[in-house]
């Protein structure tokens, strides 16, 4: 039994070698890319990549090891599995090393690792090689067969500790449970681990400079993980010809200038310190509840009466990954999708880090969890964040809950970073995503009966203890804080999914730099934040082609736009529409005017990821 322990810890251990073994030549290839970056940028390279090397060695790990465990029942010749395993690792290896050589090909023109967009290109073999000129394909060819007869070396030397006799019942029963065991380690190293985060290419980013995050990227991952996401994105929801959806989105984009149709910050105030804080499920809702007639968000009321306050915002979707790139890039969630999943998509989206950054902006974003789940890290690099801190680089006393540190402990430390930030001098943007108010609900307090409101009101002290702390403090005079939903959340919990209460949230705009308390009615979502703090700091924002200045008294019309997971919901001052597409049935029709504009909001965002 030990040989075939052995044996199924080589496969492991050299795949993940060999694997490893792209990233030194990837970044040799391209050297020009790499030059300066010194030898420790190199070691973390492969130190990060290791991640998605194991999850690819736990995969190629799982047919040797059900082989292994048959071997022990099943009465076949030693010859038989040895054929049967030998093939196998010339298959793997021939496959691995196409997709790497392709992939080392394709990056100069493509600008990111293989992903299943080239099958795209494949549908018509012909054109695709005519593209290709004699000599790239001779010496990819070289490259892929000069690996593929390494990595088939490197599998007949681990084959040698294999052991494929049958046992007697007991030693096949015992050798069973010590198989099980490595199943249970293999299929860890195939999720990536026990934290909440799976395994996914945002695992292995960990750096501003994102070809070093591509130099980490296991390409393999990179292609076989994205082979679900070929679908036509544009004929997702045909509700208009083309020249139709055009006509009608260009009548709902905004001018795009750099100017404030109103400013709301102190006179004398140009270019203040930014900060936004994402307030995990913050919803409307559970903001103006009582208990006893004691608030739920005390702070969130006091803060309300003191800063620009938006009393018709939503969320443009349920979840927070999509509540992310609709406030940071203002680009509108999907329904049964999400563009952060797809990083050769998303990188390509406008951000506020970006456009922030051009102004001489420094920008940074912080987190007390994992910023791999889902994608973020990577959506945030590509996007213009030049420092992304989460739990894997913050040590503090208190051990970390579930999703990561409380927002006691993140909103103190948060706080002390902006002092820190005003005091360097250059005008910064500093980002917070906050987590205790998420089940599970698990926090350190204890004031209401309800697991779910005690959590919302601990975020709310947190958020509120960190702002008094800012207020207090020299870095206030110049500081525009916005806080902003990520999305909202069912409570009541006879609240439709698809209700536009349901995704109404608050926005608070707050800090030494707004000139004073202001009430805003007009119907807006997450999509529109951009647009209308980019305005105000005098900045053209004419690349977030969703985004409304949501001062403009000028058209074009203002409404808020939501998704959920099959459908739209729209909302203005009139009246409300929404739609759901696995009924293709209209829900609610307050304001039928408004399902055109949910249509062509929802056809328009499907039609802009296909092209991206």
């Keep these: 039994m030990k040989r075939r322990l052995a044996f199924l810890a080589a496969v492991f251990a050299v795949t993940a070698v060999l694997m490893a073994l792209q990233k030194p030549v990837f970044m040799a290839w391209y050297a020009a890319d790499a030059a300066g970056l010194g030898a420790g940028a190199w070691f973390e390279v492969l130190l990060h990549g290791l991640s998605l090397d194991a ?72 054109d695709a090689m005519a593209s290709v000129d004699w000599w790239t394909a001779v010496r990819q060819l070289a490259l892929a067969a000069l690996y593929a007869a390494l990595m088939i070396w490197a599998y007949r030397q681990v084959l040698r500790l294999f052991d494929g006799r ?27 681990g026990m934290g909440a985060s799976v395994a996914n290419v945002s695992k292995v980013y960990f750096s501003s400079e994102m070809f070093l995050n591509h130099a980490a990227t296991n390409p393999v991952f990179s292609f076989l993980s994205t082979l679900g996401d070929r679908d036509d994105y544009a004929a997702a929801y045909p509700f208009f010809d083309e020249a139709t959806r ?147 680089d913050l040590a503090f006393d208190t051990p970390p809950a579930d999703w990561g540190y409380d927002d006691a402990v993140m909103c103190a430390w948060f706080a002390d970073r902006v002092i820190a930030l005003s005091e360097g001098g250059q005008p910064f943007l500093a980002g917070l995503l906050t987590l205790s108010s998420h089940t599970p609900f698990d926090v350190p307090y204890a004031k209401f009966s309800d697991r779910e409101l005690n959590a919302m009101a601990f975020s709310d002290e947190c958020v509120g203890r960190m702002l008094d702390r800012l207020k207090g403090s020299a870095a206030w005079d110049n500081l525009l804080v916005v806080l902003v939903a990520d999305h909202g959340f069912p409570y009541p919990k006879t609240l439709s999914y698809n209700e536009p209460l349901r995704h109404r949230i608050p926005m608070i705009w707050t800090g030494g730099a707004v000139a004073g308390p202001r009430e805003v009615e007009t119907y807006a979502s997450q999509i529109d934040l951009a647009a ?56 609610t029709e307050t304001n039928p005017e408004l399902l055109d504009v949910g249509r062509t909001m929802l056809q328009t965002t499907y039609a802009d990821i296909a092209a991206r």
């Excluded at 691995?96 to 050589?101: C, D, E, M, N, V």
């Excluded at 090909?105 to 493509?110: G, M, Q, R, V």
């Excluded at 030693?171 to 860890?188: I, K, Q, T, V, Y």
């Design 246 to 392: 055009e006509e009608k989105f260009s009548a709902l984009r905004g001018d795009g200038t750099g100017a404030p149709a109103a400013r709301v910050l102190r006179e004398g105030v140009v270019r203040p310190n930014v900060v936004v804080v994402i307030l995990e499920s913050f919803a409307r809702t559970v903001m103006d509840e009582t208990v006893d007639g004691e608030p739920v968000m005390p702070y969130m009321q006091r803060l309300k009466s003191e800063g620009v306050w938006f009393e018709n915002f939503f969320a443009n979707s349920f979840r927070t990954d999509r509540g992310e790139v609709a406030i940071l890039s203002g680009f509108p969630a999907q329904t049964r999708m999400s563009i952060m999943k797809l990083p050769a998509k998303s990188r390509n989206l406008p951000s506020l880090a970006r456009s922030l950054a051009r102004e001489g902006y420094a920008t940074s974003f912080a987190y007390g969890g994992d910023l791999n789940f889902t994608n973020q890290a990577s959506y945030m690099y590509a996007t213009g964040w030049q420092e992304l801190v989460w739990q894997k």
């Design 55 to 126: 999850t690819v060695a736990g995969y190629v790990t799982v047919i040797p090891l059900l082989a292994t465990l048959v071997s022990l029942w099943v009465p076949l010749s030693e010859r038989f599995w040895r054929g049967f395993l030998t093939t196998y690792f010339v298959v793997i290896s021939v496959v691995t090393a196409l997709i790497f050589t392709v992939d080392v090909a394709l990056y100069e023109h493509w600008g990111f690792r293989l992903d299943a967009t080239i099958l795209i290109y494949l549908s018509d073999p012909k």
């Design 532 to 587: 209308t703090l980019l305005a105000q700091l005098g900045v053209a924002h004419d690349d977030f082609a969703y985004s409304k200045d949501i001062f403009s008294p000028a058209p074009p019309r203002k409404f808020a736009y939501y998704t959920f997971n099959d459908g739209f919901g729209v909302v203005d001052s009139l009246g409300a529409a929404v739609w759901d597409a696995t009924g293709d049935r209209i829900v």
């Design 166 to 192: 049958p046992a007697g019942w007991l030693g096949a029963s015992l050798g069973s449970l010590a198989l099980l065991l490595a199943g249970g380690f293999d299929f860890l190293a195939i999720r990536g």
